[in-house]
């Protein structure tokens, strides 16, 4: 591999990541089910929660697994705003995640809609405006919207998270055209797949559109084989991304031979 | 002796002494301050404010705690 090719890191803020893969952490079977994964997928950066808790049981060990592997790792903690349906909620819970987590990057969910968990876009950006002005790294889950996206951008969110498909759906990249057309005209925004996708090869094509990285969660906790899934996926991220940069081939609707023979080899018959 | 006030943590009635604070709160619950963020009336109160806060009648607060997420 040439040298172009093994320096290709991305940024969220002002901090360098070589991973393209951020891994969530809920549903796993056991606490070492999980920094086994986490070690499999070579993540850099693993998203964490907050729990009103006084009446909730322990975690059973996760969380202080979940330190130690982050640490063992050189990795980040992406705490999210879980839960929350109005922007004031979301504001107040990530002041309280930067206290307990000691970290100013949030994922900010917002959702407005029970079924789908659809993120609510009118509160999602009021929300990263407020959280912006206090000082956060706002990583905002978003839809494909092209115009919400451009409000996040514009509210001071340093990388956008448009998902694939709903949430722990495992349905893959369902609107590939509204995210290809977010690709090309937001080209020089960091855009992070999340949620929805279900397997490896989902977070392949993703990496082949050009974008920047992929979160996802289920996908990997809910494998009959976290660990071995962990590796999957961090080796289809990596082959999206190669392919990526590569240059896929373009499609076509007609048929061209590959082999550079002239006429027919043999003519039978004749 | 001060006169007990009921206040809601998270969402159930408690009693606690007048003029109390959220960091005695966390005292009487056996948490250490890194424990949990701390939340009255939906505001977020700061670890360091704590101890000046003191709670009213009436007034909700909410526990957080550190969990796994997505």
């Known amino acids: 591999m040439n040298e172009h090719m093994t320096l290709d890191t991305w940024k969220v803020g002002d901090t360098e990541l070589a991973s393209r893969f951020l891994l969530g952490t809920a549903g796993y079977p056991s606490p070492q089910v999980l920094c086994d994964a986490i070690a499999a997928s070579g993540t850099q950066v693993v998203t964490v929660g907050l729990k009103r808790s006084l009446g909730a049981a322990g975690d059973n060990g996760f969380i202080g697994m979940i330190r130690d592997a982050v640490r063992a790792q050189g990795a980040r903690l992406l705490p999210n705003t879980a839960g929350c349906r109005q922007a004031r909620e979301a504001v107040q819970l990530a002041h309280m995640a930067r206290e307990l987590y000691d970290t100013a990057w949030i994922k900010l969910e917002v959702v407005g809609d029970e079924h789908t968990l659809q993120p609510d876009t009118f509160e999602l950006v009021d929300a990263a405006r407020q959280l912006v002005r206090d000082g956060f790294t706002v990583l905002p889950y978003c839809t494909d919207d092209l115009v919400t996206c451009r409000r996040l951008l514009d509210a001071g969110c340093p990388v956008l998270m448009p998902w694939a498909a709903p949430i722990g759906s495992g349905q893959g990249i369902v609107n590939p055209q509204a995210l290809r057309t977010l690709r090309e005209r937001l080209p020089d925004a960091t855009l992070i797949i999340d949620a929805g996708i279900g397997a490896p090869s989902h977070a392949a094509q993703a990496l082949e559109m050009g974008f920047d990285a992929v979160l996802l969660n289920s996908a990997v906790s809910q494998s009959g084989d976290p660990v071995t899934m962990a590796g999957a996926f961090r080796d289809a991220i990596r082959a999206g991304r190669a392919a990526h940069r590569a240059g896929v081939m373009a499609s076509q609707s007609f048929a061209v031979p590959s082999t550079p023979v002239t006429g027919q080899p043999f003519i039978l018959g004749a | ?70």
């Open chain 2, 1 to 70: 002796m001060t006169a007990p006030i009921d206040i809601l943590l998270d969402g159930q009635v408690r009693c606690v002494a007048e003029g109390s604070s959220l960091q005695q709160l966390m005292d009487e619950l056996g948490l250490q301050p890194a424990d949990a963020g701390t939340a009255v009336n939906g505001q977020f109160v700061p670890r360091a404010a704590r101890a000046e806060h003191h709670l009213q009648p009436g007034d909700s607060v909410l526990l957080f705690r550190a969990i796994v997420g997505g």
